[in-house]
C-alpha cells in the first residue's frame, strides 16, 4: 500500500509556472507506475500526464492538451513524482491529483482514472487571466 500527498498548488497568472509534488509512503515506490489527474469545478476528473515506473526505462506520458507545457518526472530515492507546468492557461485552473498503480495493463490504460488503485487528497491550482 502507498500513501500519497501532493503540494505545489497555487495562485498564478496565465503564463507562469508551477511545479506540483506527490510524496509517496512505503518502500516499493519504484514499483508503481504514476499518473497525475486533475478535476475541474462542474467537470470530470481528466488525465493530465503520466510515467512508469522506473526499470527497465522510463516512459512519460501526456494529455495532448498539456504536451509541450508540462513535464513528468519521479525521484525515486526521494519517493517523489512531479508535474512541471509551464505557460499556464486558465483553462489549466482544477485542483491535481497524483495516483498510483502497479497493474500490468498500465502501459495501454495509463490514461484511465479507473486503473489507479491510490490517490491523493489534491492541490489547488488557479491560474488567472
Known amino acids: 500500500q502507498v500513501q500519497l500527498l501532493e503540494s505545489g498548488g497555487g495562485l498564478v497568472q496565465a503564463g507562469g509556472s508551477l511545479r506540483l509534488s506527490c510524496a509517496a509512503s512505503?518502500?516499493?515506490?519504484?514499483?508503481?507506475?504514476m499518473g497525475w489527474f486533475r478535476q475541474a469545478p462542474g467537470k470530470e476528473r481528466e488525465f493530465v500526464a503520466a510515467?512508469?515506473?522506473?526499470?527497465?526505462?522510463?516512459?512519460?506520458f501526456y494529455a495532448d492538451s498539456v504536451k509541450g507545457r508540462f513535464t513528468i518526472s519521479r525521484d525515486n530515492a526521494n519517493n517523489t513524482v512531479y508535474l512541471q507546468m509551464n505557460s499556464l492557461r486558465p483553462e489549466d485552473t482544477a485542483v491535481y491529483y497524483c495516483?498510483?498503480?502497479?497493474?500490468?495493463?498500465?502501459?495501454?490504460?495509463?490514461?484511465?482514472?479507473?486503473?489507479?488503485?491510490?490517490w491523493g487528497q489534491g492541490t489547488q491550482v488557479t491560474v488567472s487571466s
Open positions: 495516483a498510483a498503480t502497479m497493474r500490468a495493463n498500465w502501459y495501454q490504460l495509463f490514461a484511465r482514472s479507473g486503473l489507479y488503485d491510490y
Open positions: 510515467i512508469s515506473r522506473s526499470a527497465p526505462t522510463l516512459y512519460p
Open positions: 512505503g518502500r516499493t515506490f519504484s514499483s508503481y507506475h
